[in-house]
Nanobody, 123 residues
Framework: VQLQASGGGLVQAGGSLRLSCAAS????????VAWFRQAPGKEREFVAA????????NYADSVKGRFTISRDNAKNTVYLQMNSLEPEDTAVYYC?????????????????WGQGTQVTVSS
């Protein structure tokens, strides 16, 4: 599966962005999908994940109540709606496809990664 992440940009604190992760070459409708992020000098960290059919989702504590992950399998696309953005959310955001129809929080369990999209939140 080849993934294309988009939707990043520069936004002021308190603003919103919606990231998209589109799959090409192969579908990921049978797989869980997650978003991770990596800030400069920090390790890649889990942000949110969704099961293959959208029936369950999981969020990092730092984004709960502010971010929402969703998917449209007809469009082979997963979204991350980010509201109430904070400067601490600044990072490169990556989407990734899990090996199963569900998800975990460990990057090692994901088999395909997108190229990343930069999110910068100014204070």
């Amino acid at each position: 599966v080849q993934l294309q992440a988009s939707g990043g940009g520069l936004v002021q604190a308190g603003g919103s962005l919606r990231l998209s992760c589109a799959a090409s070459r192969r579908t990921f409708i049978n797989n869980g999908v997650a978003w991770f992020r990596q800030a400069p000098g920090k390790e890649r960290e889990f942000v949110a994940a969704i099961s293959w059919n959208g029936s369950s989702a999981n969020y990092a504590d730092s984004v709960k109540g502010r971010f929402t992950i969703s998917r449209d399998n007809a469009k082979n696309t997963v979204y991350l709606q980010m509201n109430s953005l904070e400067p601490e959310d600044t990072a490169v955001y990556y989407c990734a496809v899990h090996r199963t129809g569900y998800y975990s929080t460990s990057p090692a369990d994901f088999r395909s990664w997108g190229q990343g999209t930069q999110v910068t939140v100014s204070s």
